[in-house]
């Protein structure tokens, strides 16, 4: 257990610029406190305790801010940066070594049953911000830029930006437009979780500007 601790520590130290000291990171990183309470959280839910994995996961929000479900599955070395309006569901998965900022959900959109919510690959970045619903696949190095709503699955290294988020980028080569002759037009998003992602994203700044004294 203290190795993983530690592991995750070094982990925080390696990515986070302003941490200065591991007894820092451990006292004060809401991103780690998180964490550590979702490892507690998901054992108790593993083996059926769902109240009281709850309530260290109720807990742990009230304390930093970050609701992480004990349902959902991660793997080492997830780093969440500031934190505060994180929202990561029941049958999300995520991957080794990601990482994710402050405002991110990953979360359904109400239209689906069993796996609900995204499932993330190795070493993927989530900007500030950034939405992604329902139980897509988000590939190895992909990058979310901040503020995309992503209602589709992402390729391996693929960088995603806008609202519905589209590829711009892979293997850091800028992705050719399709002429409109080729576009889909019986798989396209959902307008209405479209707007709906706007919204919470326009609360969202709305708390931020107004904790900020503007």
């Known amino acids: 257990m203290f190795e993983k601790i530690k592991a995750e520590i070094d982990g925080i130290m ?40 709850a309530r ?60 609900r919510h995204p499932t993330l690959g190795d070493n993927v970045l989530v900007g500030a911000g950034a939405k992604v619903l329902g139980p897509l696949k988000i590939g190895n190095n992909a990058r979310i830029a901040s503020g995309a709503v992503v209602l589709d699955a992402v390729p391996d290294n693929a960088t995603v930006v806008g609202v519905p988020g589209r590829v711009v980028k892979i293997n850091g080569r800028k992705v050719e437009k399709k002429p409109a002759a080729d576009l889909d037009h019986v798989h396209v998003a959902d307008p209405v979780s479209m707007e709906f992602c706007l919204l919470r994203l326009e609360i969202q700044k709305i708390k931020e500007s107004m904790a900020d004294g503007g």
Request: aromatic share 10%; with cysteine; glycine share 16%.
């Open 14 to 53: 390696e990515r986070d610029p302003s941490a200065k000291s591991r007894f820092q990171v451990y006292m004060f990183s809401p991103g780690f406190k998180a964490m550590r309470a979702y490892r507690k959280a998901h054992r108790l839910y593993e083996r059926g305790r769902f109240f009281m994995a």
């Open 56 to 115: 260290v996961s109720a807990k742990a929000r009230r304390r930093t801010g970050i609701e992480i479900h004990p349902g959902a599955k991660i793997g080492e070395g997830l780093f969440i940066d500031h934190g505060t309006g994180v929202v990561i569901g029941e049958t999300t998965e995520i991957g080794d070594n990601c990482t994710i900022y402050q405002g991110v959900t990953l979360g359904g959109t109400g239209k689906d049953k069993g796996k």
